[in-house]
């Protein structure tokens, strides 16, 4: 039978929570700002919440967090720029000894890829991976339901290695982007142009101008012409890059996450430019949206909780 887990959905701002019920559904509990650099006050913040849901959880039932950053279940480590307070803590065990209850991490993005892998938009696909483009790129690979982990937790990290190139041609013209340094370390990184941080960065850099990302999609749609070169350069980018992902691991599906794959069409114009790049061939869309929203991460950790039990 199936129990309760309490699960918490950890970013950068903010700690989100909620409760997966024995009949699978989620019932929220509310959110807390993280205290991203303080180790015991990130624990009371998430003790605070876990009492709020202790009516609805047994005795026995496990805790649950999809945190940002490298997830490393065999070390028990979580490593995150915007979340030093987990630095040098092994974070399972320390919480699961303050709990009382058996502790279980996950990397965001798997833990996404997850949920859109059994309930989502590729619960038909054996072989599933998850694209973050949000302010960076990120992802996760899920096979028959079950995450991918590599060697330190690293999986899916298709947004890093000097990889992004240079030159294009766009309305008769030859158009150069920069190689930007990345946070990781490398210089010319997918992460540092192929979101929504890039998307701005690539029009800053044609048009010495700022715009935010939602402006240059909406002015996209509009057909403004500025919008158009900044989207056909982003659109190339990024097609490239995952398009030897998808070469390399054969996803049948591939779900798109974070703010950018909101807008469906943007989507769209991916999965064409993708489709004509890869080896295999097909009339159906390869990239999807994901049709968890905002629970993703919340539903991926529920469901490594339930498999604690």
């Known amino acids: 039978m199936n129990t309760a887990v309490m699960c918490f959905d950890i970013g950068g701002s903010f700690i989100k929570s909620a409760v997966m019920m024995p009949d699978d559904q989620l019932q929220t509990i509310g959110s807390l700002p993280v205290p991203a650099r303080d180790w015991p006050a990130l624990c009371a913040a ?13 005795r026995g039932s496990p805790v649950a967090i999809s945190a940002a950053g490298v997830v490393d279940q065999q070390a028990d480590t979580i490593l995150a720029g915007n979340l030093p307070a987990f630095n040098g803590h092994r ?11 058996p502790v279980v991490t996950g990397n965001d993005a798997d833990c996404f890829t997850l949920a859109e892998a059994i309930q989502g938009s590729a619960r038909d ?5 998850g694209i ?18 590599g060697a330190g937790g690293l999986t899916g990290e298709w947004g890093h290695g000097p990889v992004t190139r240079t030159e294009f041609r766009y309305g008769g013209k030859t158009l150069h982007l920069p190689r930007l340094p990345c946070g990781c370390g490398q210089q010319g990184c997918l992460d540092t142009l ?28 509009r057909q403004e012409p500025r919008a158009m070169q900044t989207v056909y350069l982003w659109s190339q980018l990024v097609s490239e890059v995952l398009s030897v992902v998808i070469n390399t691991l054969g996803p049948g599906k591939v779900v798109a996450g974070g703010g950018l794959a909101s807008d469906r069409a943007l989507i769209e114009l991916l ?3 993708v489709r004509a790049r890869i080896l295999r061939s097909g009339d ?24 604690l039990t």
């Open 46 to 58: 998430l003790q605070q919440l876990l009492a709020q849901a202790a009516p609805l959880l047994s």
């Open 91 to 101: 974070v399972a065990q320390e919480l699961s000894s303050i709990f009382q209850r």
């Open 125 to 129: 696909a054996e072989m599933v991976l």
């Open 132 to 149: 973050i483009l949000g302010s960076g790129v990120g992802g996760g690979l899920v096979y028959r339901q079950q995450i991918i982990r």
């Open 194 to 221: 192929g979101a929504a941080r890039g998307l701005e960065r690539i029009y800053a850099h044609c048009f010495m101008d700022a715009a935010d990302s939602r402006t240059i999609i909406d002015d996209w749609h």
């Open 271 to 273: 999965d064409r430019e």
């Open 284 to 307: 159906q869309p390869l990239i999807v949206p994901a049709s968890l929203h905002q629970q993703g991460g919340l539903l991926g950790a529920a469901m490594l909780g339930r498999r």
